[in-house]
């Protein structure tokens, strides 16, 4: 349709204009899902897509994401793949690869795909995707690793296609350093179609409003949004806020600490005085630990306007070189999830004065558990899956944790019976743990219960990534402390992460995290007492203990 | 024989008979919630005695389509349930799927699961994926069960148990033990509910069933009963969700399939619209007061899926409510209709919805209170809607009060209240298209290819400014929009689906394996069409596979070749037919990987009902004579005003060209002709626009 002069400051326009850039990230985030052959993947929706502008900013993003993802891949975008392939040596059908964990998110398994997007001999902007892929060939996925030679290959970014037509031996490099090559090529074919949407739906959006670029349309969007947060930050008083936790760590405790600045519209992040970066693979580097930053201030600020670039921008952070926030080039980072996860509550902590109705208390699913299962089959074929695993949801102003929640990512479960196609184990249970949801006016969310058993005639390896074990989750604005998780081999605890063989017959028990409460439990109501009670979620033991309750 | 057909909604019950003659009537009664089958007894008794209704009570048959399931889940209104599954998996439903619906909202919340912990109970036993019982069914802990059951008056049961979608021994027995043990439980299983892989939505699929199914069989029972006092003696038939109607038996033992009943019947009746004015694939717009839906109909037929979400915490977040893996006609619904509020989002930008009006206040034009902006009242300011002839005249709209409203959203935004409202219009036109081309996309289909069949009030008044966004050529606005659920009802087959998962490689065909499956689902399915009094010889089997690459966990339908095909050759050509399908959605096959199917389906119909003979239009003469008056109407196309003509629809005469700019009023709604279209009523009513 032939158009009149745009007026990208027009609040109605924009409005139009920005959905369907978000409608685009949501078509090819469909794509991805519906192609995908790893259950990581597919089932629990391990991967973003992320529409971005010709410097690689982010415009827009689909609708179910994944915090870090969706901050890293403009990061990566922006730092790593535009000084590497600038526009010059870039061509329609080309498509960018690489999973270098400090290019992108912080770990070998996802792969970051950037496709650059031409319209009128132009390169105008580009289509990201981020997958995380069953395996990376290496250690199994597992904290163990010492190194980050040590968790698999290493891609630089390179072209995967060139002019539409593949670079083969980058997919036969892949391929043959895998442990499921089917699932991992598969989900990079899908990563590829989701691109192609994306740039297929992008110029047919600009042909349609005959638009040559995106440029004033991102640079309303930014500003737009990046005036409503300083304008939100503008409104909580000036000040420097601190908190600090401890956590499990590999084999020693791991303290985080941080420094959160207030200034007129801007916010600084200072992790100062957090632990050492350490041997095992759970150092976070510096995309992932800023993307935790910001998830968890944009919850707090400006929870509804669509993320893009523009709701970064007032945020800043920095950590000490080589503390476990922002460790040396070769670090293992395998699992940068058990302490990077923690982020969003440390941070929360920090700001329980400030804004104490917005802020939760400790969540059980941050971090991820992560049950890695690996063997052979009779027939000496490689079976493997990761089930991932979430305690409860700290306690909120409002309400209760919700029980079981992903957060801060954003992972669904494998369904059992699908977990059980792909492993000969069996699940035995999968069930809340009354009374773990720390005490409050609103409780933490429970925990759960998972007993695992191998029913192959050979030999299991489990590869466990845990957190919260010795200790748990804490409450804010006066809540208490959720239980603590338990790993258990045969009814015995066992050390909580990395590998566990499982012999035919023998039994896992994961027990993961309440989340910790809000409030003083002393304001808790006796209705939701009661309630609880009745539910079989707190027994009234507990319910005598942590809040004097007694049956009238 | 007649044949009746009302369709129950939350204001209206609505009715249409094809009398013996085969001429169709319609009528209208207020809905009675809190016994639904008032209404319909009283509609049915007020039709009958219609002067020049030919219809005799006693060989009348009677087809239904109901919102008594969605509302009892919506309202949590059934029964006290309880839920038995494998021990160690009782919390099931509290667990979910341990995912977020929104990222950054940390306040989320789900709807309480409709069975509470405490009635939810464990059963001894384990099936492995593979089949193999790990651990027998304990028949003793059924009986602890049962007599839990019994003293705690729980009397409708929902059954899950792990890999009962293929292995369902375990379930079945456990159904027999509960049947033995208690003849007053009414109990579901989910391998019969909905034998699908997942345990999370098999589990919730079949709670759904469980707690509707006691108050689905009274309402049944109830109907039956009172028209029975009125001398009429009819085997009833019911809408199911996927555009077929089933026997009373059938309705009552799997309400959940009845959860879309009426918008499915909607659907059917856009097919048959379709059909009317000869056009192959369409896409149906239905939008009222609160929603929009919007259905692709491919080839004369609506989309059939597996998907649904009912009881959203959040109406229109996905994830945020109870999963059905129920066969239903694949429709989009979006939060946006014409009591959808406008405001001032946080950004300072236009925003419409979620929130609606309603009924009450309803839009500012209404009068009845409201103040806030609705997509009506910009409708009304665009001069869209005529205010002294909404509902055919019979209620007076306050044209000052919605200006008042707009006004004031335009000044918070900086610009005029035309510009405002235009932005409304022009903001939920797009959200439509959006919806559109994604359900189209997913589908594989252009959505600009598709005429667009517009009905419910807001629908033909939206119909042009979505048609423009989409790209599409042509609208069609058909006569008798006003009930068209009631109207689907009367062309819909009697048809049931029924499935089985059993999957296999392709490359590792079972030719044998298949054809017992399939002479299973037959004989299921030909049981209940022939309940229906169906002929034997007039069934017709569509047979369809759900086929993935081996290792992806989504599958595609893909329709199956005759089953005497040859067993190499129907391999080739179901993998054919597969990779079709796959390049058509995702623009590109996975080359040398093995394709497997998962889950086989059969739908048995019988044949369709036969449309009424509908009076031949016998207006003649020319536009002018339909011309009501003229009013100044906004057109995006002209960035101002414009003196447009007002016709009056009934007086339009047959096949007579109008030219855009042009409003038509009908009692139900307005057709908004824009200065790219043309229009004319065909011979059967509908009104025909073409878009340049």
Partial sequence: MARQQIDFNDPITLQVLWNRLIFIADQADRALGRTAFSPVV?????????????????????????????????????????????????????????????IGTGHLP???????????GKLIGYSGSIAHMPDIGGRPYSPESTDIFEEGVRLPILKLYKAGKPTQEVFDIIGASVRLPREVLGDIESMVSANDVMARELVRFLEEYGLDDVEDLGTAIHSRSEAHMRQAISRWPAGEYSSEVTLDGYNSEVTLKCNVKVESGAIHVDYAGTSAQVLHAINVRKHYRYAHTVYALKCLLDPETPNNEGCMLPITDEAPMGSILNPRNTAAGNLRNLIGHVIPSLIFRALQGVVPDKVQGDSGGAPIWGVNCQGQNELGEQYGAAQNLHGGQGGRSTADGIDTLSFPSNCRITPAEMYELAVPALIECKELIPDSGGPGQFRGGLGQRLVFRNISSGQMNIYLASEHV????????????????????????????????????????????????????ANRSRELITEDIRLGLVTSECAKADYGYAAK | MARLAFDTGGTFTDFALIDDLGILHLHKVLSTPANPAAAVVQGVGELLVRPGVKSSKDNLQILGATTVVTNAVLERKGVETAFLTTDGFQDLLRIRTEG???LYDLKIAYPAPLVPRDCCFGIVERMAADGRAITPLDESSVGLIAAELRARGLTSVAVCLLHSYKFPEHEQKVGALLAAAGPELSVSLSSDVCPEIREYDRASTTVVNAYTRPLMTQHVERLEADLRKDGIVSRMLWMTSSGGVVPSATASRTPVRLIESGPAAGAVAAAEYARQVN??????????????????????????????????????????????????????????????????????????????????????????????????????LLGYIGADSFLGGEFQLDAGKARTAIAELAESLGVTPERCAWGIHDLVNGTMAEAATMHAADYGVDPSTLPVIAFGGAGPVHAYGVACKLNAKKVVCPAGAGVTSAVGLL?????????ASLPMRLDRWDADAVRDVFARLEKDGREVVLQA?????????????????????????????????????????????????????????VANSPVEAITWRLRASGPKGAPAKTATKTVRGSARDALKTHRPVYFDETQSFVTTPVYDYYALPQDVEIKGPAIVEQVESTIVVGPRGTAHVDARGNLIMHIQ
């Fill in chain 1, 42 to 102: 597919r089932e629990n929706h391990d991967y973003v897509t992320v529409l971005m502008d010709a410097k690689g900013r982010a415009l827009a993003q689909c609708t179910w994401a994944i915090p870090v993802f969706i901050t890293s891949l403009p990061m990566a975008a922006q730092h790593y793949f535009l000084p590497a392939f600038p526009p010059e040596t870039l061509e329609p059908g080309d498509v960018l690869l690489t999973n270098d964990p400090l």
């Fill in chain 1, 110 to 120: 996802d792969m970051v795909m950037i496709t650059p997007i031409f319209h009128k």
């Fill in chain 1, 470 to 521: 010795k200790n748990p989750c804490f409450g804010v604005v006066g809540g208490k402390d959720g239980r603590a998780g338990h790993v258990l081999k045969n009814g015995e605890p066992v050390f909580a992460k990395g590998h566990i063989p499982l012999e035919p017959g023998a039994r896992l028990t994961v027990e993961l995290p309440g989340g910790g409460g809000w409030g003083d439990p």
């Fill in chain 2, 100 to 102: 977020r619906y929104d």
């Fill in chain 2, 279 to 380: 056009e192959a694939s369409v896409m149906s717009f239905d939008m009222g007061g609160t929603t929009a839906k919007l259905c692709l109909v491919p080839n004369g037929e609506p989309m059939i899926g597996g998907e649904l979400e009912i009881a959203r915490h959040e109406r229109f977040h996905r994830g945020s409510g109870f999963p059905l893996k129920i066969q239903s006609i694949q429709m989009i619904e979006i939060g946006a209709g014409g009591g959808s509020i406008a405001s001032r989002n946080r950004l300072g930008l236009l925003q419409v919805g979620p929130h609606s009006a309603g009924a009450v206040p309803g839009p500012a034009c209404y009068g009845r209170g409201g103040a806030r902006p609705t997509v009506t009242d910009a409708d009304v």
């Fill in chain 2, 491 to 499: 062309i819909a087959p009697v048809a049931v689906d029924v499935s």
């Fill in chain 2, 533 to 589: 009094e169906v002929n034997a010889d007039g069934i017709s089997y569509a047979r369809t596979a759900d086929l993935r690459y081996v290792g992806q966990g989504h599958e595609i339908s893909v329709a199956l070749p005759p089953l005497d095909f040859g067993a190499d050759a129907f391999v080739d050509e179901l993998f054919a037919r597969f990779e079709t399908n796959y390049a058509a959605l995702f623009g590109r096959t």
